[in-house]
């Protein structure tokens, strides 16, 4: 159902979005995992990422509260070539 559809998961570096970015990609989506935290997505990244889905996942360092920062999130996201399906 979720097969090369897009996903941008705010809040994706711990918890309940961690766990959706999981399942999106479990599903075959393209996922972009987001947060402020660095170090946190890093993480999620290492737990996120296997051989098969290493290209289905983007890393982005953003704050939602932040124009520019979303502008930005959404740029990178539109721009990834893996992403245009």
């Known amino acids: 159902m979720l097969e090369n559809k897009v996903a941008i998961i705010t809040g994706s570096s711990s918890g309940i979005g961690l766990k959706l970015a999981e399942e999106f990609l479990k599903n075959g989506a393209f996922v ?7 170090e946190k997505l ?12 290493q290209n289905k996942i983007l890393k982005v360092k953003a704050d939602v509260s932040n124009t520019d920062d979303v502008k930005k999130l959404f740029a990178l996201t539109y721009e990834t070539p893996e992403f245009d399906s």
Request: contains cysteine.
């Open 32 to 38: 972009t995992i987001c947060g402020t935290n660095e």
């Open 42 to 53: 890093k993480n999620a990244l290492n737990i996120l990422g296997t051989k098969d889905n």
